[in-house]
């Protein structure tokens, strides 16, 4: 019986990793998220060139000009992940990103627009 429950627990163990592997690493946590707008909205204040056309943005704040960036997927970034067996991968943020993420953000970037009208 123990034998049993000790198998149960392993698989359910395996299926949980499976599943992690298979949703978590496809898409950007909102960590890595705040995390790669922070940066790029940095540099954008510290005098990095943008790499959008900064005249055709109704806000010029560096955060929203990092957003703009991230969406039109222009952003040269990675995010470095642990992989098993120790070690690193880095993978691109522009293939991270999901349509649900680039709904967030949009949403984030019109309810920007309206703030700055009023």
Known sequence: MVF???EIR??????????YKSTIKSKITRFELARVI????LQLALGAPPLVDVNSLPVK??????????????????VQRPVEGGGYELIPVSK????????????????WDISSRV
């Open 10 to 19: 392993e698989s359910s163990v395996w299926n949980i990793r499976e599943v």
């Open 4 to 6: 049993i429950v000790s």
């Open 38 to 41: 922070g940066a790029r909205a």
């Open 61 to 78: 704040d560096p955060v929203y000009i990092a957003i703009v960036e991230l969406l039109n997927g222009q952003l040269p970034m990675s």
């Open 96 to 111: 991270l990103i999901t349509p649900e993420t680039r709904r967030y953000l949009s949403s984030l970037l019109e309810s």
